[in-house]
């Protein structure tokens, strides 16, 4: 009964529900197929409408595969290109005169100038997923007559999640492109000069014949005295490129890209058939690259528990599975810790965390049972929230700290150097100011592989090892007694040699057992790390506050 509906909806072969798919998609096809032979068709099976199932088909495929070869949907690397939109153009217009009352007053309207692209961040958002590839400002409409002017274009505003780092890397402006593509084919300065003057200026030979060499050197004159030829676009060496780090939220939106003054209505030019045109903004090609902002990062190898020790801490439930690589983007949970030392999970002390695999299996089955099932833990713990029946955050219980962490794809010796998923997780996890190395104790040398983590991020960013300040013991449960003993002796004697100061915590995150230590670590370690960041940027505000002296006589230089 569930499914009925849905396999209905996708049947290549019945008219109705193809017809209802089509309204949603796009309605341009229907509208195009809608005149057709279709309605005709009383069995509803028409060759046009395989043609668009078949579309439909190819869309989907498209999209599909687009998104596999993303990395599902995580992207934090992306180059945009980026215009504002052209100015409208400027309108050739007359007045109407009664016959014979003298010449008709030029009274086209000037065009609308360009939308223009600005940026602004969101807390809700995670990836670069949303961003297109090409992002252009509205077009300004072009002027007309009776002095009406052309309507800006839109503005548009790209949206991203707050961490992002902006970096414009290549701008080139269409007239400079077009002067270059000239050079190119090596034309002469006559021709040059005519491409010129249409490029910038409409003219309309119709009102009265072919214009003339003079008539448009006149309108190129004009058009200079009011800056409005021959608009340059400055290099990235002479004006410095746009760089943004997002690192806070924004308050307004930036601008990245300013539209294109609109043309000069026949007014401005006083004749019946000259206007000019409107400016093509330069494109500008940026940069954007997601540093993901979570407080606490956990770094380990695949399959060592890093997501299932995620879902110990936060509501969220990542996907968990004894293979490798099954978490291939960074996910972000949030961690509330009350006063009374509880945080925001929903399971009890020992409570076995299941593969997800499982889970979604006993999920189907209590479904087929008519039981309630919640889609994800995160509204079971809503719901556990409103009934008050949770461990932590009960009613009048009060919150003492929140933090986010990002659970991240394994690393592999050579991450550094790009192996495995290299630096699209470790692009992440630099901004994080404590990081958690989860290790697997039940492997033969648990102390092996913390030397090849800390090598690992060394040898991405000098100084990003000694920012993690706990070592997690992961898959306790597996290891007898003294095993466990000894290979925790060796790490910590590691440890020592190195002269690093890191709490080490042995737990188990299959059965939630030894969480607890690991949140009043991480309250400890995030509320230090706050602490240093706010020391820092009050020191920065006070650099800049203070006045700037020169030489060793303490002059104060005025500020102009
Ligand atoms: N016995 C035991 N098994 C655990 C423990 N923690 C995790 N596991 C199991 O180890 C396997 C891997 O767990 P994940 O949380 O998916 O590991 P991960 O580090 O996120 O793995 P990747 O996403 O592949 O990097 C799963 O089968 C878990 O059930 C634990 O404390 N004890
Ligand atoms: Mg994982």
């Given at each position: 009964m ?12 019945c ?14 096809l ?9 309605s ?31 990395g599902n ?5 992306l180059?945009?290109t ?5 100015g409208?153009s ?6 109407a ?9 030029p ?5 609308g ?8 961040t ?13 992002v ?11 002095h009406?002017?052309?309507r ?28 270059r ?32 060499p ?28 746009i ?9 307004e ?16 030019f006083n004749?019946?058939?000259v206007?000019?045109?409107g ?10 690259e ?6 606490v ?11 299932t ?14 293979y490798e ?6 996910q972000?949970g ?24 499982v ?7 209590a ?5 309630e ?12 929230v ?19 962490i990002s ?30 190395y989860?290790l697997?104790?039940?492997k ?5 592989d ?7 991020l060394?040898?991405?960013?000098k ?17 007898v ?6 290979k925790i ?40 790390a706050?602490e ?8 920065r ?17 005025l500020?102009?």
């Amino acid at each position: 009964m569930i499914l009925l509906p849905f396999i209905r909806t996708a049947c290549p072969r019945c008219h109705h529900h193809i017809r209802r798919n089509l309204t949603q998609i796009n309605p341009s096809l229907l509208r195009q197929y809608s005149s057709s032979s279709v309605s005709d068709d009383t069995q509803g099976h028409s060759e046009d409408f395989q043609d668009i199932a078949g579309e439909l088909r190819r869309r989907k495929r498209k999209a599909d595969s687009k998104r596999r070869q993303y990395g599902n949907t995580f992207i934090d690397h992306l180059l945009v290109t980026v215009r504002g939109g052209k100015g409208g153009s400027g309108a050739c217009a007359l007045q109407a005169t009664l016959k014979g009352s003298g010449p008709s007053a030029p009274c086209g309207g000037n065009g609308g100038s360009g939308g223009s692209v600005y940026i602004t961040t969101s807390p809700s958002l995670s990836s670069l997923t949303t961003l297109k590839k090409r992002v252009i400002g509205g077009q300004g409409a072009s002027g007309s007559g009776a002095h009406k002017h052309g309507r800006r274009g839109e503005d548009v505003l790209i949206t991203v999640p707050v961490g992002t780092i902006v970096k414009e890397i290549r701008r080139e402006g269409e007239e400079e492109r077009s002067v270059r593509e000239e050079n190119d084919l090596g034309l002469d300065e006559e021709e040059k000069r005519k491409r010129k003057w249409q490029r910038w200026i409409v003219t309309h030979p119709s009102a009265g014949g072919e214009v003339s060499p003079e008539e448009y050197k006149d309108a190129e004159d004009l058009l200079k005295r009011e800056n409005r030829w021959n608009i340059r676009t400055p290099s990235l060496e002479e004006q410095p490129p746009i760089e943004l780090d997002l690192d806070q939220p924004l308050t307004e939106p930036v601008l990245l890209a300013k539209g294109g003054l609109g043309g000069l209505g026949n007014p401005f030019f006083n004749s019946p058939r000259v206007s000019s045109k409107g400016f093509l903004p330069p494109t500008q090609t940026f940069e954007f690259e997601l540093k993901l902002l979570a407080d606490v990062g956990l770094v380990g190898f695949p399959n060592s528990g890093k997501s299932t020790i995620l879902r110990c801490l936060t509501g969220k439930s990542p996907e968990i599975a004894g293979y490798e690589f099954t978490t291939l983007n960074p996910q972000i949970g949030v961690v509330r810790v009350f006063d009374n030392g509880g945080w925001s999970s929903d399971l009890g002390v020992g409570e076995e965390i299941e593969e997800s695999w499982v889970k979604r299996e006993k999920e189907e089955v209590a479904r087929l049972l008519g039981e309630e099932v919640f889609p994800d833990t995160t509204s079971r713990y809503n719901a556990e929230v409103r009934e008050g029946g949770r461990r932590g955050g009960k009613k009048g219980e009060v919150e003492r700290i929140r933090f986010t962490i990002s659970d991240n794809p394994g690393l592999l010796p050579m991450a550094s150097e790009n192996v495995g998923l290299g630096h699209s997780f470790l692009r992440s996890i630099e901004r994080s100011p404590v990081l958690v190395y989860v290790l697997d104790l039940s492997k033969t040398s648990p102390v092996e592989d913390l030397r090849v983590l800390k090598n690992e991020l060394e040898s991405y960013k000098k100084g990003l090892s000694g920012r993690a300040g706990v070592v997690v013991l992961n898959k306790g449960d597996m290891v007898v007694e003294q095993e466990g003993k000894e290979k925790i002796k060796k790490i910590e004697e590691y440890l020592q040699e190195g002269g690093e100061e890191m709490e080490v915590i042995v737990l188990s995150g299959k059965y939630n057992l030894g969480i607890q230590g690991l949140v009043n670590t991480l309250v400890g370690k995030v509320e230090s790390a706050r602490e240093e960041r706010k020391r820092e940027m009050e020191e920065r505000e006070r650099m800049k506050a203070e006045p700037k002296r020169v030489g060793s006589f303490g002059v104060r230089r005025l500020e102009v």
